[in-house]
C-alpha cells in the first residue's frame, strides 16, 4: 500500500463524516491534510501525475473488492492512505469497498466476474499470480501502465523481472517492501555476551553459523527459552539463499525447480539441524500457537531470541505499548532489527525476500483507466519527499525508534528494491503441496533429510511444475 501517515502527525486535519447519523454502519470519515506542494519537486526529476482535467479515468468511483478496506477512515485516530486521498482530492475519484472475508475472496471475485458485474480491483499479493489470472479472476495491466515512465521508476525491473509473462506485466506495481528480518532485544544478547547482530552484520561477519551458535547457547526448553518464535522461520531463513524451491524464469516465462541447488541443500541441513536442537517453539505439539500466543512474544522476557519472520511482525504494529509488551523498551532502544543472515559458503551477499504492493486488475473491470490512476496517485505519494518524511517523523516520534533502527529499516527497503531481491510464490496451485512438503520439515519433528525429502518429492514436484507451465502457455495464447 501507499504510505499512510497517523492523522495527529498532519499539519492540517479536517474530520467531515460522511454517513448520515443514526447509521448503524461502520461511519467512514473524510481525512483532509495539508502539506508543502511536493508535486514541484517530484517534477523537477520528471515525475508528474496526469493533468486533473484530462486523465482518463478522472472523476470515476471504482469498486474495490478486498478483506479489509484501508482507503477509508472510520475514526480520527487511524492511519490516512495517501495515495487514495490524492486520487480523491486531484481527481475526484472515490472508492466502493465489497467486503469479503480472506476464505472467500477469490470465489466471491469469481462469481461476481460470473455473474457479469466484476469489481476493478483487488489487493496485489504473489499468491496471485499466475494462479488467479489462469482461472480468471484478473487480467493483464500492459494497455494501462508504462513502466519506462519516471514515476514508475524501479518498478520495471520488478515488474519483468516476477510478475511478468510474454512480455505482459500482470499488476499494478506501486511499491516493493522487504519481507524478511531477524528482530531481537539487544538487553537479552548483552545479558549472554552475545555479539550484535547489526555490527555483524555491517562488518559482513552475520552469517548462518553465527546464528546458530548463538541459538544454541541460548535456548533452554526446560526453562522455557527457544531461540526462534513465529509462523514462518523455515520460509524466511530460506530467503537467504538467494533462491527458492520454484522460481519463475524471466527469460523462458517458465516456472523451473531448483530442487538440486546446493544452496537449498545447506539451508535444509542448517533447518534440520534447528528442528533436533529444538531451537523453534514446537508450536505444531502446542495446538499450532506460539511461545506467549505472538510472533516475538516472550522477547521481553528473556524466553525468545530471535523474530526472524515476515516485516510485517514489527510493520503492523501502531503502538508503542504493543510494541514493547512483545519485544522490549524502546526508550532503553532495546529493539533491534538486521537482515538474514548470510551463507558463510555463499557468494558473500545478503538476500532479502520481498513483496509487491499495488492491485490487481480484476478480469472484465469496467473501470480500468481509473484503477491505473489511482495506482500511479498511490506511487506519487510513496515517493513523495512530504509523505516520507512525516512516516520517519511517526516511527520515531510515536514508536519510539531510534535513528539506528530507521537507517536499517531503511537499508532493507534498499535491498529489496535492488537485484538482492527474490519472491517466493506462495500459492502455485498443486506445486504449492510439494514446495510445502519440502519447507516445512515434518512440522520439526524428526526431521527428514534433504536427501530424503527430494526423493520423496522430486518426481510430484516436477510434474507439478509442468502442469503448471502448461496452463500458463495455454492462458497466454488464448
Known amino acids: ?26 461511519q467512514p470519515i473524510q481525512l483532509t491534510l495539508s502539506s508543502e506542494d511536493s508535486e514541484a519537486i517530484l517534477a523537477a526529476a520528471g515525475i508528474v501525475l496526469p493533468d486533473a482535467e484530462t486523465a482518463p479515468g478522472a472523476n470515476t ?6 478483506y479489509y478496506d484501508d482507503f477509508h477512515n472510520y475514526s480520527e485516530d487511524e492511519l490516512v492512505q495517501t495515495g487514495y486521498w490524492t486520487f480523491q482530492q486531484k481527481y475526484h475519484g472515490d472508492v466502493e469497498w465489497i467486503e469479503t472475508t480472506w476464505s472467500d475472496i477469490n470465489n466471491d471475485i469469481a462469481n461476481l466476474v460470473l ?7 483487488s489487493r496485489a499479493w504473489e499468491s496471485s499470480f499466475p494462479n488467479n489470472f489462469i482461472n480468471g479472476l484478473y487480467q493483464p495491466v500492459d494497455e494501462y501502465i508504462d513502466y519506462s515512465e519516471p514515476l514508475w521508476s524501479g518498478m520495471e525491473y520488478f515488474s519483468d523481472t516476477f510478475f511478468s509473462v510474454g512480455g505482459r506485466p500482470y499488476m499494478f506495481l506501486t511499491d516493493v517492501k522487504n519481507n524478511s528480518m531477524v528482530l531481537y532485544n539487544r538487553r537479552i544478547f548483552n545479558e549472554y555476551g552475545f555479539d550484535d547482530p547489526a555490527e555483524l552484520y555491517y562488518n559482513n561477519e552475520w552469517t548462518w553459523d553465527e546464528m546458530m551458535d548463538m541459538a544454541l547457547d541460548f535456548c ?24 527458492y524451491l ?22 535444509a541441513s542448517w533447518l534440520s539441524d534447528s528442528g533436533k536442537n529444538d ?21 521481553k522476557e528473556g524466553k525468545t531470541l530471535f523474530a526472524m519472520g515476515p516485516a510485517y511482525i ?20 532495546e529493539v533491534m532489527i538486521v537482515p538474514v543472515p548470510r551463507d558463510p559458503n555463499g557468494d558473500g551477499e545478503y538476500y532479502i525476500d520481498s513483496i509487491p504492493m499495488g492491485y490487481c486488475l480484476v478480469k472484465g473491470a469496467r473501470r480500468p483507466e481509473a484503477v491505473a490512476l489511482l495506482a500511479a496517485c498511490e506511487r506519487f505519494k510513496i515517493i513523495d519527499p512530504t509523505v516520507i518524511r512525516i512516516d520517519d517523523k511517526q516511527k520515531m516520534e510515536v514508536l519510539k525508534w531510534n535513528q539506528e533502527m530507521m ?10 528494491n535492488s537485484h538482492s531481491t527474490i519472491v517466493q510464490y506462495s500459492d502455485l496451485g498443486s506445486v504449492t503441496t510439494y514446495v510445502g512438503n519440502m519447507i516445512g520439515f515434518n512440522n520439526g519433528e524428526n526431521p527428514s533429510t534433504w536427501a530424503e525429502l527430494k526423493e520423496a518429492n522430486k518426481e510430484s514436484l516436477e510434474y507439478a511444475i509442468d502442469e503448471l507451465n502448461a496452463e500458463l502457455a495455454t492462458y497466454n495464447a488464448e
Open 314 to 333: 514489527l510493520d503492523e504494529i501502531t503502538s508503542l505499548e504493543q510494541e514493547e509488551e512483545r519485544f522490549g523498551s524502546m526508550e532503553n532502544e
Open 61 to 66: 468511483s471504482i469498486q474495490y473488492c478486498y
Open 1 to 26: 500500500m501507499s504510505k499512510r501517515i497517523f492523522a495527529i502527525l498532519l499539519a492540517v486535519l479536517m474530520i467531515t463524516a460522511l454517513v448520515g447519523c443514526g447509521s448503524k454502519k461502520r
Open 246 to 267: 520454484v522460481m519463475l524464469d524471466a527469460e523462458s516465462g517458465k516456472f523451473v525447480s531448483n530442487v538440486d541447488d546446493p544452496r537449498l541443500e545447506r539451508a
Open 279 to 299: 531451537l523453534p517453539y514446537p508450536m505444531w505439539s502446542n495446538g499450532w500457537t506460539l511461545n506467549y500466543g505472538e510472533e516475538g512474544g516472550g522477547m
Open 220 to 243: 533452554d526448553p526446560d526453562d522455557g527459552r527457544y531461540a526462534f518464535n513465529g509462523w514462518h522461520t523455515d520460509a524466511t531463513f530460506l530467503s537467504s539463499t538467494g533462491t
Open 407 to 416: 537507517d536499517m529499516w531503511k537499508h532493507m527497503y534498499d535491498l529489496a
Open 115 to 121: 455473474a457479469g458485474n466484476p469489481p476493478d480491483f
